[in-house]
């Protein structure tokens, strides 16, 4: 029986980003939910947990950084890894993301392969964290 495949939580206004993601991760093996909306992520989260979140920084609704920290905060979501996504390259925004908890960042444009090898780190680190606490 082949393993379960990785649910992925993509919150991104831009809906070409949105197509990149729909179309590109399944191939890799990826189950992929994409919310253009803060209010549409939240109602996702709601109703089903993801392995991973890919996560835009400047949405219009709510910034994705205050969104990481919201997450973060909550203990039904806080151990899922965050994944920033974003157009913003500055320093600054960079030490924001990961200082309210994403795990990684990645520049926009995105490349598949990097993208692919960034989600597969963060969730490797999940299974090692989860064995080390059942050890």
Same mark, same amino acid.
């Given at each position: ?24 991760l399944?191939?890799?093996?990826f ?28 949405m219009?609704?709510?910034?994705g950084?205050? /969104? ?8 039904k ?7 920033v996504?974003?157009? /913003? ?17 990645l ?6 392969d990097?993208?692919?090898g ?16 059942g050890a």
């Amino acid at each position: 029986m082949a393993p379960a495949k990785k649910k992925i939580l993509a919150i991104d206004d831009d809906v070409s980003i949105c197509d990149f993601y729909a179309n590109g991760l399944p191939l890799m093996g990826f189950d992929v939910a994409c919310a253009s909306t803060v209010a549409n992520a939240k109602e996702s989260l709601a109703k089903r947990r993801p392995d991973i979140i890919l996560m835009d920084i400047m949405m219009p609704d709510q910034d994705g950084i205050s /969104l990481t920290k919201e997450i973060r905060a909550d203990p039904k979501t806080s151990d899922i890894p965050i994944l920033v996504v974003s157009g /913003l390259a500055d320093a600054g925004t960079l030490n924001d993301a990961l200082l309210f908890g994403a795990v990684d960042y990645l520049v926009k444009p995105i490349d598949l392969d990097s993208l692919k090898g960034k989600i597969e780190r963060a969730l490797s680190a999940v299974e090692r964290r989860k064995k080390a606490a059942g050890a």
